[in-house]
């Protein structure tokens, strides 16, 4: 069973910081490794896949980083609007295993 | 552009079924897997179901193996998720979402929310 392990729980930065979040699998996963952020009451919203090429649109102060079992969501200048909740997930179509790490909050310090 | 719409949620008594719908728009429905992913209240996501382009492959998450049915009408553009033997620890927001190819999940639905509950 895969599984995916992020850190911290919450992460407190100040805005126009820097938030690193860290995401570890259970086994290598390669570079099968996509980030979203997810803000209340909205659907999640892929940031980051291949674990390290962004998805259309996502500003280029979100990067991605890592292989293996060790991945980083790195956000720069962080402005008011990324406070939100991150969840990294392990994908692989064959054999078919999709998981989801259990989420970072990021939280305004 | 893309869109995907779900339906079909509400409260419904342990051991119930009920049918969950996703209406795909602005791309071609039948060229993408698509999956349902979940989310209980206050918690994370939950990966549930998968089906591919052709419905001729579906994969589900052990949790709701044997009683969750996932299928896809490719003349309607609408996703499914058929779910049998309701228990309270099925409710959540049921998410519909599509596969670039590999696996990860570009487009989400806005969700619709199932409570099991007596």
């Known amino acids: 069973e895969m599984l995916m392990t992020q850190s911290p729980a919450t992460l407190s930065v100040s805005p126009g910081e820097r938030a690193t979040l860290s995401c570890r699998a259970s086994?290598?996963?390669?570079?099968?490794l996509a980030w979203y952020q997810q803000k209340p009451g909205q659907a999640p919203r892929l940031l980051i896949y291949g674990a390290s090429t962004r998805a259309t649109g996502i500003p280029a102060r979100f990067s991605g980083s890592g292989s293996g079992t060790e991945f980083t969501l790195t956000i720069s200048g962080l402005q008011s609007e990324d406070f939100a909740v991150y969840y990294c997930?392990?994908?692989?179509?064959?054999?078919?295993?999709?998981?989801f790490g259990q989420g970072t909050k990021l939280e305004i310090k | 552009q893309v869109q995907l719409e779900e339906s079909g949620g509400g409260v419904v008594q342990p051991g119930s079924s009920l049918r969950l719908s996703c209406a795909a728009s602005?791309?071609?429905?039948?060229?993408?897997?698509m999956h349902w992913v979940r989310q209980a209240p206050g918690k994370g996501l939950e990966w549930v179901a998968v089906i591919w382009y052709d419905g001729n492959y579906k994969h589900y998450a052990d949790s709701v193996k044997g009683r969750f049915i996932i299928s896809r009408d490719n003349s309607k553009n609408t996703l499914y998720l058929q779910m049998n033997s309701l228990r309270a620890e099925d409710t959540a927001v049921y998410y519909c979402a599509r596969d670039v190819g590999v696996g990860h999940l570009d487009y989400w639905g806005q969700g619709t929310l199932v409570t099991v509950s007596s």
């Open positions: 602005g791309f071609t429905f039948s060229r993408y897997g």
């Open positions: 086994q290598s996963v390669h570079s099968n």
């Open positions: 997930q392990h994908y692989n179509n064959w054999p078919p295993m999709y998981t």
